[in-house]
């Protein structure tokens, strides 16, 4: 289990992330999300042991990240992985097997031929989507306990996207790997990810079971015959709220028997219940400290 407790860090007078308290299980998916910016780049340079952290500590079943023996288990996938200008695929595999000298050359050949990446070319001359498909070939080739990858689906097309998550579920499966995505893109991760961890304005705002927080909220969508306003939700646990004329599209968090009973006493005339969108969550919320922020200045 990755543990982090109180971690702090700065750059000069820029804080970065402040008292940060988060753990990813043993054999699971954790999802990091947040705008561009929040920290979640910073955050993974740390647990990965390339930052020391100023403050706070980072363990893997009690041990630092910095210790080699330690470090022979990680593999980050930062968003700008390095490489030289005359770099190739087959090079590139040289390189890191120094230091993951069990790298599985057969899962590197396979994924990088499935996506017709030239091997003896210079990884520069490649577009962005096919860099990040070398990428992703070489950490799921080091197969390690623990992976770590920053904004991972950045680049990748629709068909690589799901590759990739069949090949995270299967290293989860079969490795008993723990996993660390980050992204800003919710609507990437919600579908496979066990749990999550928020992250904005430099601290957690929220964590917990990915299915969990979904099934804490409920959505409707509803049509009035006559004009509504938001005075008229005020009493109720809404997380978003969009009215348009006589429309209403709603996000409640609670009993989904309790809250249904609490709409219908506003005599909708059509009401039909939606599948959740977590991203919507998680615009709402950035929204709201957003909107508190300007309020006390």
């Known amino acids: 289990m990755i543990k982090i407790e109180g971690l702090s860090h ?3 007078k820029n804080v970065v992330l402040e008292d940060v308290m988060m753990e990813a299980k043993d054999a699971s998916v954790l999802g990091l999300v947040g705008i561009n910016g929040a920290g979640k780049s910073t955050l993974l340079r740390l647990i990965s042991g390339i930052y020391v952290p100023q403050k706070g500590t980072v363990t893997y079943d009690g041990e630092s990240p910095l210790d080699a023996y330690t470090r022979k288990d990680i593999f980050l996938l930062p968003d700008d992985p390095y490489y030289t200008n005359s770099t190739t695929c087959d090079e590139l595999f040289s390189m890191y097997s120094n230091f993951y000298p069990d790298m599985d050359r057969s899962v590197f050949d396979e994924i990088t031929d499935h996506f017709k990446l030239p091997k003896k070319k210079a990884i520069k001359s490649f577009s962005k989507g096919m860099r990040r498909q070398v990428f992703v070939a070489l950490a799921f080739a080091v197969a390690p306990r623990y992976l770590l990858l920053d904004e991972a689906f950045d680049g990748l097309d629709p068909l690589a996207r799901k590759m990739f998550k069949d090949h995270l579920k299967k290293l989860v ?8 995505i980050s992204s800003h893109a919710l609507k990437e991760l919600e579908d496979f990810c066990d749990a999550y961890v928020m992250i904005d ?5 929220s964590s ?3 299915l969990e927080k979904k099934m804490d909220l409920c959505k409707f ?5 006559n004009p509504v306003h938001e005075v008229q939700f005020a009493t109720l646990p809404v997380k ?3 009215i348009i004329g006589r429309f ?3 996000v409640l968090e609670g009993d989904e028997y309790e809250i249904k009973q609490k709409l219908e006493a506003l005599k909708p005339a059509v009401m039909d219940r939606l599948e959740v969108n977590f991203e919507e969550v998680f615009i709402e919320d950035i929204d709201k400290r957003i909107r508190g ?4 200045a």
Do not use: C, D, W
Request: zero cysteines.
């Open 10 to 12: 700065s750059f000069g």
């Open 173 to 180: 499966k079969e490795k008993g790997s723990t996993v660390i």
């Open 201 to 205: 304005n430099n601290h957690i705002i």
């Open 208 to 210: 917990g079971s990915m």
């Open 221 to 225: 969508q509803m049509a009035f015959t």
């Open 240 to 242: 978003s709220l969009k």
């Open 248 to 250: 209403v599209t709603v």
């Open 293 to 296: 922020e300007e309020k006390n």
